[in-house]
């Protein structure tokens, strides 16, 4: 059972870079068997779920288009620990952010406790 | 980007009603929808992968079902803890996209 662990700031400043961890245990983000993908996923307070961007387990990305090019994913296989960087942030940035992981059969199968990002100066 | 509207956004019920939930893709989506429970303050769960699959451990009073634009989530005897919000998602194109939710709650 795979399990997934947000770390980072809880509050960041306008314009400046949100950065974030998400640590696994109990699997590798580089298993090509399983096919895993890594995703990001944010839900402002109050508000519903918005699907960030996600990097496989050959470490390509793709991310939301509705987010401008402000997103930036990575990963270090080495730690099993992949990461999120969201620039330009604003207070409509505000929300709870999850990393999740796809499998095989499609959907967000697991999912980490989140991280509450708030913007605020 | 796909639109998934999920109806209605509120349900009031009872413990061992039957309820259904809607979600409609604003295109051609095949089966490639799941379906999430969230309780408040807590990750969502996965329920359902390609429209009608049941992940693991999930109760088998959850159903779902659809296929193209229409789907649906069914509960067939609400339990205490299936009141919390529900989400659709498709997995057929990029971006993901998600519904944007149903509460059910207790009438």
């Known amino acids: 059972q795979v399990q997934l662990q947000e770390s980072g700031p809880g509050l960041v400043k306008p314009s400046e870079t949100l950065s974030l961890t998400c640590s696994v245990a109990?699997?590798?983000?580089?298993?090509?068997?399983?096919?895993?993908?890594w995703n990001w996923v944010r839900q402002p307070p109050g508000k519903g779920l918005e699907w960030i961007g996600s990097i496989s387990y050959s470490g390509n990305t793709r991310d939301n288009p509705a987010l401008r090019g402000r997103v930036t994913l990575s990963s270090d296989t080495s730690k099993n620990q992949f990461f999120l960087r969201l620039s330009s942030m604003t207070a409509t940035d505000t929300a709870v952010y999850y990393c999740?992981?796809?499998?095989?059969?499609?959907?967000?199968?697991?999912w980490g406790q989140g991280a509450l990002v708030t913007v605020s100066s | 980007d796909v639109q998934m509207t999920q109806s209605p956004p509120t349900l009031s019920a009872s413990v061992g009603d039957e309820i259904t939930i809607t979600c409609r893709a604003s295109q051609s989506i095949g089966i490639w929808v799941a379906w999430y429970q969230q309780r408040p303050g807590k990750a969502p769960k996965f329920l359902i992968y390609k429209a009608s699959t049941l992940e693991s451990g999930v109760p088998s009073r959850f159903s779902g079902s659809g296929s193209g634009t229409d789907f649906t989530l069914t509960i067939s005897s609400l339990q205490p803890e299936d009141f919390a919000t529900y989400y659709c998602q498709q997995y057929n194109n990029y971006p993901r996209t998600f519904g944007q939710g149903t509460t059910v709650e207790i009438k």
């Open positions: 109990g699997g590798s983000i580089t298993d090509s068997i399983s096919s895993s993908y």
């Open positions: 999740a992981r796809v499998s095989t059969n499609g959907g967000f199968d697991s």
